[in-house]
């Protein structure tokens, strides 16, 4: 009986390491390779004009390389439960294969179609190649729940075995076994759409910064793999104007569609690290930014409202603002801030921005400023942004949004000063925003606070030509960690856990005590030192909390499952918009040391004498004020001892806390907002 195999691409857009397409191809007398493609779905989903152009591309890609090997990619119109059926009749199949895809909604759909195959008697072969581990493995070995912090991810990954090793692509050899015929009509029936086609204008449509396809994939990834010192040293890298541009050896957007395969990226790098650092076996965090990517898949993969919050079992449930003009003007760039609106245009014009441009927008819009759902915020991204996975992306979300994974609301990203810090010149944002090219520097990141006259000689007036700021930062930041606080102080009371005994009140994060820790920060992310810092770091308002890390390190929230579905409104007292909610006072005063007047008092007015004359009873009430007084001082004096030592105790466990939580930062910066791409330089 002849094997007549259809290989189903989805996101596996390439020949090299693809394992399924090498079941489909081992034995069998026919082999077709398809794609399907719903027009109507396509303008209906929410994806943008340079995704849907990468896709196209990639397809464009792969239907030449097939060439190549005199085999041709068949790209069919229609939804996967329609077009299936009459394909097995039309061409007799007896071998579906396709790429395992670890996410709810493709499981479903998977497992559809598995049932119709069976009806019609097609074997189905499913591999998995998007993921390095297999994700039920990781699941297995962590009590059947998925690990909800990296270090316990890491921690697992590292008593598995290596991920399998990837495969040669697919050659002539093995195509002309399995030779198909391919009709002279072919590219009208089965041609790649036009965005033109798809529902797109494509009018004054500029050139790709990235190209789509796996020829350009395995392009960059040599590129990516001469950074030799990079890879030998294994240095962070320094952030600059030049990091937040495109780079030609970004990955990101190709590991998202599968032009390249995560197996051949991670022993790339590996055997490179060998070779220079003679033969050592490289540390886990070498791969750090494919781990985030496996550590979110991992997450979401038995969770189908992972990119939501409602019935979210690890997103904390967050009374977040409904306000359709303000996401607007975010999504658009016009909130008056330069720096978050030249991100948002170099999101919508290139479809990428680096890493930490997204930490900006992404704590501007939710927890920092705006105080909008992560929600929206995700579906711009995931209209805009070429590497929106929807893992990655809802994870991603979550975490920057202190919604699950990351708990240190306290730290936002200050929209003048962060920018600065990073590009003092102000070049980005006059690539980005040309109306505000001609602005000196002192301005270009705040030009609402330039004299009249200089905005006139730049041609551009702020409430004229270039909006003012959608909000006073330093207010609604402030406003907003306080709405935060309630939030996870609800969370504390609902699990009896003391998770705000090391969040600073008000007074402390405007006055941070000046300890050795917060005199030797360095990096991007740390608090300005003095006056003369802060007007360096580019703000020109006093220092607020927005740009300040506390000297105390909040601890990650450890459980939130069940405790994430309790809504802080139907619970907490006081206002969210309050600055001084009532439930975090009372929570602050129940671990302030009582004071003398109230111990005083409190003794005094229980206490009677009635063996005292009325002319000796003042006298005795004094000398018994002082016993008193000197007991509560000496008592003092013997809690602050044992104070000192607890404090000994909680810094000692919060350094070491501190420092995870800022390698874990780096990782995250490295991975879940950033092209797969190494240093910049």
């Given at each position: 009986m002849a ?8 996101k ?14 081992d ?79 493709g499981k479903?759909?998977?497992?559809a ?16 190649a ?26 697992i ?22 030779r ?59 952030v ?15 590991l998202r ?9 991670y ?7 060998m ?19 496996e ?7 038995n ?9 979210n ?9 409904q ?29 990428w ?15 920092g400023?705006?105080?909008i ?15 929106a ?6 994870g991603s ?9 990351f ?13 600065r ?18 602005y ?19 041609n ?11 909000i ?5 930041s ?8 309630q ?11 003391s998770?705000l ?12 005590p000046?300890?050795?820790?917060s ?22 308002i006093?220092?607020?909390?927005s ?16 405790a ?21 006072t009372?929570?602050?005063s ?23 004359s ?14 008193l ?11 602050g001892?044992?104070?000192e ?23 995250m ?8 791409s190494?240093?910049?330089q």
């Open positions: 094997v007549n195999s259809v290989h189903w691409f989805r596996g857009l390439r020949l090299h390491d693809n394992p399924v397409l090498q079941e489909a191809l034995g069998a007398d026919t082999v077709r390779c398809v794609y399907i493609l719903d027009p109507w779905f396509a303008g209906a989903a929410n994806v943008g004009i340079n995704r849907w152009r990468f896709l196209l591309e990639a397809l464009e890609d792969l239907d030449s390389s097939l060439k190549k090997l005199k085999s041709r990619l068949f790209v069919i119109r229609g939804q996967p439960t329609d077009v299936f059926p009459r394909l097995f009749k039309e061409w007799e199949v007896t071998r579906l294969t396709f790429e395992y895809d670890p996410e709810p909604y479903e759909r998977d497992g179609i598995i049932k119709m195959a069976q009806e019609f008697g097609v074997e189905t072969i499913v591999r998995n998007h993921t390095l581990y297999n994700l039920d493995r990781i699941i297995e070995a962590n009590n059947n729940s998925p690990p909800l912090t990296f270090k316990r991810f890491q921690a990954v590292s008593r598995l075995d290596l991920p399998r090793r990837p495969l040669p692509p697919i050659n002539q050899q093995q195509m002309d076994r399995c198909t015929n391919i009709a002279d009509n072919h590219n009208q029936q089965y041609s790649i759409p036009s965005l033109k086609e798809l529902g797109f204008r494509t009018e004054g449509l500029p050139p790709a910064v990235w190209q789509g396809g796996e020829s350009e994939a395995l392009d960059r990834l040599n590129k990516h793999l001469d950074k030799k010192v990079w890879v030998a040293n294994f240095e962070h890298p320094r600059n104007t030049c990091s937040l541009y495109a780079s030609p050896t970004g990955l990101s957007p190709y569609f599968g032009c390249l395969s995560c197996q051949v990226l022993y790339n790098l590996r055997e490179l690290y070779k220079l650092r003679k033969r050592s076996s490289p540390p886990l965090s070498l791969f750090g930014q494919l781990l985030w990517r550590f979110f898949y991992t997450a979401a993969t969770n189908p409202n992972f990119d939501r919050m409602e019935a079992p690890i997103c904390v449930q967050i009374p977040w603002d306000n359709p003009e303000a996401l607007a003007k975010w999504a658009e760039g016009r909130t008056g801030f330069p720096w978050i609106d030249a991100i948002m245009t170099q999101l919508r014009q290139e479809g921005i680096h890493h930490l441009a997204r930490h900006a927008v992404a704590c501007f819009l939710t927890r400023d705006l105080w759902s992560w929600e929206s915020g995700m579906k711009v991204f995931e209209e805009l942004l070429l590497d996975d929807w893992s990655v992306n809802a979300w979550m975490w920057l949004s202190c919604s699950a994974f708990q240190q609301f306290f730290h936002c990203y200050c929209p003048v000063g962060f920018g810090r990073t590009d003092p010149s102000g070049d980005y944002i006059r690539r980005y925003i040309p109306m505000l090219k001609d000196p520097n002192r301005y270009i990141y705040e030009p609402w606070n330039a004299p009249e006259s200089v905005q006139k000689a730049a551009c007036v702020v409430g004229v030509d270039y909006p003012k700021p959608m006073n930062h330093a207010e609604g402030r406003l907003n960690i306080e709405r935060m606080k939030v996870y102080q609800q969370l504390s009371h609902y699990r009896g856990l998770l005994a090391s969040v600073p009140t008000i007074q402390e994060e405007a006055e941070p000046m300890t050795d820790e005199l030797t920060g360095s990096g991007p992310d740390s608090p300005p030192k003095g006056p003369a810092d802060w007007e360096a770091a580019g703000c020109s006093a220092p607020d909390v740009t300040v890390y506390p000297s105390s390190t909040f601890a990650p929230y450890p459980d939130l499952e069940g994430a579905n309790i809504h802080p409104s139907q619970t907490l007292s006081g206002s969210p918009g309050s600055h001084t909610p009532s439930s975090v009372a929570a602050m129940t671990w302030a040391p009582p004071s003398l007047s109230s111990l005083s008092s409190s003794k005094s007015s229980t206490s009677t004498c009635p063996n005292v009325p002319s000796t009873q003042p006298s005795s009430l004094g000398q018994r004020r002082k016993g007084t000197r007991k509560v001082r000496r008592d003092q004096r013997q809690r001892r044992k104070e030592v607890r404090r000994a105790e909680i810094a000692g466990r919060e350094e070491r806390m501190e420092e995870d939580v800022e390698q874990q930062e780096e990782r910066e490295e991975a879940t907002f950033e092209e797969i190494g240093p910049q």
